[in-house]
């Protein structure tokens, strides 16, 4: 080495000048460069101002103080931005003193290097991480990267220019180290897309983070790490899962629960039915053994018997359904089925009930056949309801109709009466449970009141809805309006070629049972 550095040909370049170790004069061109003034460097240890800059060589890691005489490495200035430079060292103008020259790199700057990256960096969207190679040593970071760091590490002031490892909690043998080993080894990019991570702040955290290699003149020289905390994310996850698990037992508690319900339903259909049943069976073989033999008076009391059990059938029948209604048990059993001729069929069963009460009954459709989907013992039950209802109020030579037709989407059946009408402020809770009219009324003809609250619950339950227009002494008209829609036929699906006698003439049986006959 030359002995007696010319300090002009220094003037305009960055350097320091230490005598016997410290610092004993710095350049302005330094100061520029590092940010820090005379009065915070001058009279230091040089070993101090190399930690202050915390100065990194690529090939004297170990002791920046006796590196070659040039060198590659970084430095960072006082705002911590890291700068790439040759180092220079060389005799001062005594033989008590060095000269330390910094000539930074030319297009070196990381932020002008990577501007892309740097944008991400600035705007904290996700963490970023620059890495030197081959020391690993951290040269940029946001506050987002430095976030997923235990104290002191996520500071920068605390980590920049540190080794990797000395950063990252619990790295050494860690799946980490030895993840960014391989990466360091190979060369290639790569990604994780869920790692966990031991903080000693907050226990266990989670983030998905990608390694890329930067390679300038061929040479592998930076890391880019670009990380997300994802520990939201995941726990989220993890308690969906825990809450599924929850549901699904939850789930499986309400199918044994609702099991017992079908269960308890069916007993009490069971209980209830069976007595009635025995009834109607002991009184019919009465009539079939013994009619002949009965007198007129003891004939009106079995006839009476008779429809008296079938109301109370009828009224049970209500319960049950509205109550498996509201346990959600209303099954659906759609068939295709023509709705015009079955219309027709259950309208002309109850003629006799007609003449006997002197009502003028009429059916008329604008269609000739429709198919559609439907389920017909609901619908039985839901025309046969409407037309007991539209019986028990019409007076004696006035008329109930039942009418067909159909709009864009829809298959419109309507019951018309010329009966009593429904006051205004009635019409509103007419459907209800137990929405009654009038109460008089309804003990008179032997209602329940449960009747067209059940209806609606069918209807609806068949993807319909039911409409109402009346007016006091008028009559009533009763609209119901079913999706026009076919069903998709299969084996256990078939289409209904006609209505099932017994099942109807039991039906009428049961809910004309309200209206005497003499």
Known sequence: MEVGVNL?????????????????????????LTQYSKEELVGKKISEVFKMLRIYVYDSVESVENMEEKSDGYLFTKALECRQVMMIRKPGPNHSSM???????PDSRLEDKFPVIHQMYESGIFGIAIFSVPGLTLLKANQTWLDLMDEPYNKKENSLGRYIGDIVTNWKGSRLESIWNNVLKIGEAYYNREYQLESIKGGTVYKSFSITPIYEHGQLRFFVEISSDITDVVLERQQMKERIIVVEQQKNEIEKALKMKEEFFSFMSHEFKTPLTIINTAVQALENICGNELSKKAKVFVKKIRQNSFRQLRLINNLLDITRSDAGFIKINKRNADIVSMTKVITESVALYA???????????????????????????ILLNLLSNAFKFTPINKSVSVHIFSDEQNICVQVRDEGIGIPKEKQ??????????????????EGTGIGLSLVKILVEAMGGSIGLESEEGVGSVFSILLPDVVAEENDE?????????YRLVNAIDIEFSDIYSS
């Not at 078939?494 to 006698?501: A, C, F, R, T």
């Open 428 to 445: 509103d809770v007419i459907f209800d449970l137990f929405g009654q009219v009038n109460s008089s009324l309804v003990r008179n003809t």
């Open 355 to 381: 003449r006997q009460k002197g009502i003028i009954l009429k059916f008329s459709s604008e269609l000739d056949k429709k198919i559609i989907a439907i389920d017909d013992e609901k619908y039985e039950r």
């Open 99 to 105: 000269v330390y020259i910094f000539l930074e790199k």
């Open 8 to 32: 002009n040909s220094l003037e305009y370049l960055p350097y320091f000048i230490t005598n016997n170790g410290e610092v004993e004069s710095i350049g302005y061109a330094f100061i520029n």
């Open 493 to 501: 699906q078939l289409m209904m070629e006609g209505v099932n006698d």
